[in-house]
């Protein structure tokens, strides 16, 4: 079983850059996908980036040519650039294999605040 713990999130002026960090407790390889997921106070978690294996690597239009996914299986670590922030940016940023289902758990996740 996979357990995830992100970390890099802080705050960040609009139009700035962050990179956040997804460290694995076991191997990634062989795994289908992983993706990055942010979730707002109120809404319900969103999957923003998603790279399952010989798949194109898909963004939602919120963060397609700003946010990019770095995918280091060997070290058993993701990464997430972010570029171009923008307030509404503002979340808690969850990494995880992929695909989820009900049994998935859950690492920390990290905080992102982006100022204007």
């Known amino acids: 079983q996979v357990q995830m713990v992100e970390s890099g999130g802080g705050s960040v002026q609009a139009g700035g850059s962050l990179t956040l960090s997804c460290v694995t407790s076991g191997s990634i390889d062989g795994i289908p996908g992983v993706g990055w997921y942010r979730q707002v106070p109120g809404k319900e978690r969103e999957l923003i980036v998603d790279?399952?294996?010989?798949?194109?690597?898909h963004y939602t239009d919120s963060v397609k040519g700003r946010f990019s996914i770095s995918i280091y299986s060997d070290r058993n670590l993701l990464y997430l650039h972010m570029n171009n922030m923008r307030p509404e940016d503002t979340g808690v940023y969850y990494c995880?294999?992929?695909?989820?289902?009900?049994?998935?758990?859950w690492g920390p996740g990290t905080q992102v605040t982006v100022s204007s």
């Open positions: 790279a399952y294996r010989n798949r194109t690597t």
């Open positions: 995880n294999v992929l695909p989820i289902s009900s049994q998935t758990s």
